[in-house]
């Protein structure tokens, strides 16, 4: 059973973290896959061609592009490429994010303008470009949101632009309905990757939380490829939420093991 075989997915953002688990699941879905990394050289290169060759050892195509989403040529460069080596794309995952953790009123200029450019226009960028392709495929774009979109977090203004780019899923699934492309999104729970290690150092008390309620990458992963198979066909403009029920109450009472 290979729900997405003789598919192509691009993952913007996929060589670590939560992008490196839906690209690695893509794969074992069928599809081909094109990795996106945003800096040349240095560890995030290295853990791109690493999934590359996990991808490839799986009988899948994997192509690895370097770009940065929030600069449009950039974004050109990234389907152009895609297009010229596939010829087609199936799936839009937007994943890819970069924001400093620090409290809005405190951040630089340099570092809205970041925010905004990445996490806001870098993703429009993509759904621009990707339009031509997915309404030849009648493809799916999928982004990758957070409860930052919807709850405080301390020292997190990229709740923000997750809150901004929702509503945008929720406008291009009716903008794009007559294109035959499906628009969603994930909204992922608090996952142990990279920026957890970060986050636990502004968030007092995050690590009190049980094992059970930490997400893990797969389980967006793993929500991601449904919304990219036949069987969610009948949804689109909607977030769908993992967090293991974290946001069901505003308290919950710590039983004993």
């Known amino acids: 059973m290979l729900p997405l075989k003789d598919k192509v997915a691009l993952i913007t953002g996929s060589s670590r973290g939560i992008g490196n688990a839906i690209a690695r699941k893509c794969a074992l879905a069928g599809a081909d896959v094109v990795i996106n990394y945003r800096k040349a050289g240095g560890s995030s290169q290295e853990q791109a061609e690493q999934l590359c060759k996990e991808i490839e050892g799986m009988g899948r195509s994997a ?42 009123e405190k951040l630089f200029e340099r570092e809205l303008r970041q925010l905004v450019e990445t996490n806001y226009l870098g993703n429009i960028f993509c759904i621009q470009e990707s ?3 997915l309404a030849k495929s009648g493809g799916r774009i999928v982004f990758i949101s957070s409860l930052g979109s919807r709850f405080y977090n301390p020292a997190y203004p990229l709740g923000s632009m997750k809150a901004a780019m929702e509503s945008v899923v929720r ?16 909204c992922g729970g608090i996952v142990r990757t990279d920026s957890f290690k970060i986050l636990r150092q502004y968030w007092e008390n995050i690590d009190m939380l049980p094992d059970e309620l930490f997400v893990e990458p797969d389980e967006i992963a793993d929500a991601t490829v449904f919304l990219c198979a036949p069987e969610s066909r009948g949804i689109t403009g909607q977030t769908l939420v993992v967090d293991r029920g974290l946001s069901n109450s505003l308290f919950r009472a710590v039983s004993n093991p």
């Open 63 to 104: 192509l690895m592009v370097q770009a940065d989403i929030a600069a449009k040529d950039s974004v050109k460069k990234l389907f152009s490429e895609t297009a010229g080596r596939f010829g087609r794309l199936d799936f839009l995952i937007l994943n890819a994010a970069k924001a400093p953790f620090k409290p809005v």
């Open 131 to 133: 339009v031509p392709l």
């Open 171 to 186: 406008d291009c699934a009716e903008s794009l309905r007559h294109k035959k492309i499906l628009v969603n999104a994930v």
